[in-house]
C-alpha cells in the first residue's frame, strides 16, 4: 500500500453517527421472572414481566422501560394498578407511591407482542420452505430485548432471572440457568428456569420447539461433574455430535487457563433455523445456527470448534464479566476470539494456534483497508451493533496475541486470571483490565492500550537483512511503510530477533517459539520510521528469525533475499515467519525459490502455510507457478487441494480448466468441489458452462457446492447463466446459494452488458429478502454493481433496516455508489431530508397507534 492509500482511510463513523455512553441509573435492578406463553402457530407472545429493583440515592416517582411495540395491558405493584403510558419505544411508569431511596420494590407488567420486529423469531414453514418445523428463538444483542420483554435495556445492567416457559405438550422450552421443574399439565408442559447468577439483559433467552435433547458430561478431577446438553431438531443427533461433541474438552482447558471454574449450574448450546448470527451466548444457554450442524463429508475440513469454543469463552467473557458500555465490548468479543485459538492450540498444537491468529490479522487488515479505519475501543456510532466488526473480534485477538508475547507466558496468564477473578459479576472497561496487569505482573501497560487498543491502525513493517560475511555483520533494516506524520507516529514496540549457526532440527514449535538450539536471540526496541539494527557474527548465519514468536500486530514483509527467505521457509518453525517467506520467494520466482517452494508442498506439516503459498503462486499468473499448483492439486490435505483450486483460478487457460475439470466434477471434500467449479467459471472455457449448470442443480451440505458453481457461473461470462442465477437466488434455495447468486449476479452484470439490467432487477427484488443474510449479500452485490437504480432501497433500508447491520451495510452501499455514480450532493441531501420526514411520518402514526392502545 503505497502512502497515499495508507492515508486515505474511510471514517468509521457514518452520517448520524454520534458520541454515545450509557444511560444514568437511577434503580438498580435485582431480578427479572418471565412467566412466558409462546404460540407458535400465530407467531405470538404473552407474557408477564415481574421485576425487583432498589432505588438508589432518590425516591424514584416514574421509570422509564425499555418495551418496543409490547401491547401492555396492566401494571401491578402489590396489588394495585400503576398508570402507566406506552409510546412504541418505552413504557413509562407512574409509581404510586414513589419508590423511596434504598427500598426495595416489585411491579409486574402484563403484555403481549405479535410478529415482532426483532428479538424474538418465529420459524415456520413458508412456499419456498413448506417442510421448516415451528420452533421460535430470540436473540437479544445488543438491545433488543426490548422487542420481547419490558426492561432497562443496557449491558450494565445486570440481575438475576427465572422463567417459566409453558408450551404444548411435545415441545421444548429452553430458558437461562438451571432447570429447576418441569411438569405436565393437561395439555400443557411447563418448564420453570432460574439464573442465580447476574445477568444482563441482552442474555436473557428463549427457544421453544420440537428439539432432541442430547446429554453430555464434565466430569473433574475433584469429583464432581457439570451436565451440559446439546439440542437439536429430530434427525440432527449425529451431526450434533459432530459439531458440540467437544464441549466438554472445551470446559476443561478454560477452566485450567483461566482459574475460575464454570461459574453456573449447566451449560447448553441449541440450534435452530435461520440464526442472524453465527451463536449468541446467552448465559448457560447459548444458541447456535443450525448451518453449523455438518455431515461425515463436510467434517473432513469442516470444524463447529472454533465456534463452539468462541460462544463458551463468552460464558465467562461478556456474561461472567459484561462490558460497561458497547465502546469497550472487544472485551467480550476480542477475548472469545482469542480464546478460540487458545482451544485450537491445546486441541490441535502451536501450529494451529499461530495461524488461528495469522487469520484475525488478515481479516483486520482487510477490512482496515477496504472498509474503513477505527480504535477498538471507540464510542462514535448510529447502533451498537455497527461496533461488531474485524476491529472488535480479530483485531482484539490479535492484541491479546501480542500482550501474551510481551508479558510471557507465565505473567499473562496470571494477568488474565487475576481480572476473571477480580471482575466476576461485574461491568468492566478496558481499564479493569490494565489494572488487573499492573496488580499482578507490576507492568504499566497503559502506552500498550493507548497505541493498540484507543489509536487505530498498525505498522506496516518491511523487514531487509543483509550480510557481510567480510566484516562478519548482519544487519537487519526495519522500516514502517504506513503514513508517519504529526497526526501518526510510528509505533513503538519491542521484538526479538534472532541468528542461527547451525541447520535447525525440527520445525515443531513450543509457545512463543522458544530458542533453537544454538540461537542468538536479542530484544530490540523499535520505535522509528526506520531502525537499524546490527549483529555481529562468529560465522554465516543458516537462518535468520524476525519476531520469533509472530507477536507483533502488523503487516510484515520480508526482504530477505532467497537464500535467507529459502531457509526459513524450509526450517522456522513459526508458521507466520514461513508464511512471509514463502511470499516473498513467489514474487523472487528464480530457480532457488521455485524449489524451495516445491520442497515446501513436499515436506511442510503445516496446511495453513501451504494454504497461503498457493494463494501467493495464484497472485503471480505466471506459467510457471500454474504447473507448480496443477502438480499439487491432489495434495492429500483437503484444506490445501482448496487453496491450490481457488488458486487455480488465477489462470485463464484451458490447461487449467482441464486440470479443474476432474475436482469440479467430484472430490472427497465439498470444499474442494466448490472452489474448482469456481475457478472453472474464471477459465472461461468452454466446456465449464455445462459443469456449473449441473453442480448449480444440486444439493449438498448447506449448499455448497451449488455456491461454489454459481460464483464460477458469474464468473463465467455467459449469458446463459442468467436465468440459472436467479432462479438461484429465490427463495426455496439453500441459504449459502441463495446468497453466493446474488453475487454472481453482480459480478455477470459486470462482465456482460446486455445482463446487467437483469441482475440489477432481480438484486432489487432481494434488498427485501426476509432471509436476513440473503439480504445482506443483496445489499453488497448493489454496491458491487453501483447503479443509481440501488439508490432508493438502499436509503430506505439505511434509515429503516430492521437490524443495525443492515442499515450499516446500506448506507456504506449508498455512499459508495454515489461515489461512483457523481451523484450531486444536493440530490444525495434531498434524498436524505425525504427519508427524515419519512422516518418522522412512521413515528408520529406510532404514537398516535399506541396512544390508542392505551
Not at 306 to 330: I, K, M, N, Y
Not at 598 to 624: C, I, M, Y
Not at 714 to 731: M, V
Request: net charge negative; hydrophobic share 40%.
Amino acid at each position: 500500500m503505497s502512502l497515499d492509500e495508507a492515508s486515505a482511510h474511510r471514517e468509521f463513523a457514518l452520517p448520524g453517527s454520534a458520541l454515545r455512553y450509557g444511560p444514568d441509573k437511577i434503580v438498580d435492578v435485582e431480578h427479572i421472572d418471565l412467566y412466558l406463553r409462546p404460540d407458535l402457530e400465530r407467531a405470538q407472545l404473552d407474557g408477564i414481566c415481574t421485576i425487583g429493583l432498589r432505588a438508589l440515592d432518590e425516591p424514584v416517582s416514574s421509570l422509564a422501560l425499555d418495551a418496543v411495540d409490547l401491547q401492555v395491558a396492566s401494571v401491578q405493584r402489590d396489588g394495585r394498578s400503576q398508570r402507566f403510558t406506552v409510546d412504541g419505544k418505552r413504557l413509562l411508569i407512574s409509581f404510586e407511591p414513589p419508590i423511596e431511596a434504598q427500598s426495595v420494590a416489585t411491579f409486574s407488567v402484563r403484555y403481549g407482542v405479535s410478529r415482532p420486529r426483532h428479538g424474538l423469531f418465529f420459524i415456520e414453514p413458508s412456499e419456498g420452505y413448506p417442510s421448516r418445523v415451528r420452533h421460535a428463538w430470540t436473540q437479544s444483542q445488543d438491545e433488543n430485548a426490548r422487542f420481547w420483554f419490558p426492561c432497562l435495556d443496557y449491558p450494565h445492567e445486570k440481575q438475576s432471572t427465572s422463567a417459566t416457559i409453558e408450551v404444548p405438550k411435545g415441545l421444548f422450552a429452553l430458558s437461562n440457568g438451571a432447570l429447576v421443574e418441569r411438569r405436565d399439565e393437561a395439555d400443557r408442559t411447563i418448564f420453570h428456569y432460574r439464573q442465580d447468577v447476574p445477568h444482563s439483559t441482552y442474555l436473557t433467552t428463549m427457544v421453544v420447539g420440537p428439539f432432541v435433547e442430547v446429554a453430555q458430561k464434565l466430569r473433574r478431577p475433584s469429583g464432581d461433574e457439570l451436565p451440559v446438553f446439546y439440542y437439536v431438531l429430530p434427525g440432527r443427533e449425529a451431526d450434533g455430535e459432530r459439531a458440540f461433541g467437544k464441549t466438554p474438552r472445551m470446559i476443561e482447558v478454560f477452566e485450567e487457563k483461566l482459574g475460575t471454574p464454570y461459574p453456573y449450574a449447566r451449560y447448553s448450546q441449541i440450534a435452530v433455523t435461520d440464526f442472524i448470527f453465527g451463536g449468541m451466548e446467552n448465559t448457560t444457554a447459548t444458541t447456535q445456527t443450525d448451518r453449523t450442524l455438518h455431515d461425515e463429508r463436510a467434517h473432513l475440513d469442516f470444524s463447529s470448534d472454533p465456534l463452539v469454543s468462541h460462544e463458551l469463552a463468552h460464558q465467562w467473557f461478556g456474561d461472567l464479566l459484561t462490558c460497561r458500555d458497547w465502546a469497550h465490548a472487544w472485551l467480550n468479543e476480542g477475548f472469545a476470539t482469542f480464546f478460540e485459538a487458545v482451544f485450537r492450540e491445546a486441541d490441535l498444537g502451536y501450529d494451529e494456534y499461530v495461524y488461528d491468529v495469522f487469520g484475525c490479522i488478515e481479516r483486520y487488515l482487510e477490512e482496515d483497508s477496504e472498509r474503513y479505519r477505527r480504535p477498538i475501543v471507540c464510542s462514535r456510532f448510529r447502533d451498537p451493533i455497527e461496533l461488531f466488526d474485524r476491529h472488535l473480534y480479530e483485531k482484539g485477538a490479535a492484541v491479546l496475541h501480542m500482550l501474551r508475547g510481551d508479558l510471557g507466558e507465565a505473567r499473562f496468564w496470571r494477568a488474565v486470571r487475576r481480572y476473571v477473578a477480580d471482575n466476576a459479576r461485574r461491568s468492566v472497561e478496558t481499564i479493569d483490565f490494565i489494572r488487573a496487569i499492573e496488580h499482578s505482573t507490576g507492568r504499566n501497560l497503559r502506552g500498550f492500550f493507548d497505541q493498540w487498543v484507543f489509536r487505530g491502525g498498525h505498522p506496516q513493517l518491511e523487514v531487509a537483512l543483509k550480510c557481510d560475511e567480510e566484516r562478519k555483520t548482519l544487519t537487519i533494516t526495519v522500516d514502517q511503510k504506513q503514513t508517519v506524520d504529526g497526526a501518526n507516529p510510528p509505533f513503538a514496540f519491542d521484538v526479538d530477533v534472532a541468528v542461527v549457526p547451525d541447520e535447525p532440527q525440527s520445525l515443531q514449535a513450543d509457545f512463543g517459539s522458544a530458542p533453537l538450539p544454538g540461537e542468538r536471540r536479542m530484544r530490540v526496541r523499535l520505535e522509528r520510521p526506520h531502525e537499524t539494527i546490527t549483529i555481529p557474527l562468529e560465522r554465516p548465519p543458516q537462518l535468520v528469525r524476525f519476531d520469533p514468536g509472530a507477536f507483533v500486530l502488523a503487516e510484515v514483509t520480508y526482504r530477505f533475499g532467497e537464500r535467507f527467505a529459502a531457509a526459513t521457509l524450509a526450517r522456522d518453525p513459526n508458521v507466520a515467519a514461513r508464511i512471509y517467506a514463502a511470499r516473498e520467494l513467489v514474487k523472487e520466482g528464480s530457480a532457488l525459490a521455485r524449489a524451495a517452494l516445491d520442497d515446501a508442498f513436499r515436506n511442510d506439516h503445516s496446511w495453513g502455510v501451504l494454504e497461503q503459498t498457493a494463494r501467493a503462486l495464484g497472485k503471480t499468473r505466471a506459467p510457471w507457478a500454474q504447473r507448480m499448483l496443477t502438480s499439487w492439486l491432489s495434495h492429500e490435505h483437503p484444506k490445501v487441494r482448496r487453496a491450490v483450486a481457488a488458486a487455480l483460478g488465477e489462470f485463464k487457460n484451458a490447461q487449467a480448466a482441464q486440470a479443474l475439470l476432474g475436482p469440479a466434477r467430484g472430490d472427497a471434500s465439498y470444499f474442494v468441489q466448490a472452489a474448482a467449479l469456481n475457478s472453472l467459471g474464471k477459465s472461461r472455457d468452454e466446456r465449464a458452462f455445462e459443469a456449473l449448470r449441473r453442480a448449480v442443480e444440486g444439493s449438498t451440505w448447506n449448499g455448497t457446492v451449488e455456491a461454489g458453481a454459481a460464483r464460477g457461473l458469474g464468473e463465467l461470462g455467459d449469458a446463459r447463466a442468467t436465468a440459472l442465477l436467479i432462479a438461484a437466488s429465490r427463495p426455496g434455495k439453500d441459504e449459502s446459494l441463495r446468497r453466493a447468486a446474488l453475487g454472481a449476479l453482480a459480478r455477470l452484470g459486470e462482465l456482460v452488458h446486455s445482463e446487467r439490467a437483469a441482475a440489477v432487477e432481480a438484486i432489487l427484488e432481494r434488498l427485501d429478502d426476509p432471509m436476513f443474510m440473503v439480504q445482506r449479500s443483496a445489499i453488497t452485490a448493489a454496491e458491487h454493481l453501483a447503479e443509481q437504480a440501488f439508490l432508493s432501497a438502499l436509503d430506505r433500508l439505511a434509515s429503516s433496516g430492521f437490524d443495525g447491520r443492515v442499515r450499516r451495510d446500506a448506507a456504506e452501499a449508498a455512499v459508495r455508489i454515489r461515489e461512483k455514480q457523481k451523484v450531486p450532493a444536493q440530490v444525495t441531501n434531498l434524498r436524505a431530508d425525504l427519508d427524515v420526514l419519512r422516518e418522522e411520518q412512521r413515528k408520529l402514526q406510532e404514537q398516535i397507534e399506541a396512544l390508542s392502545r392505551a
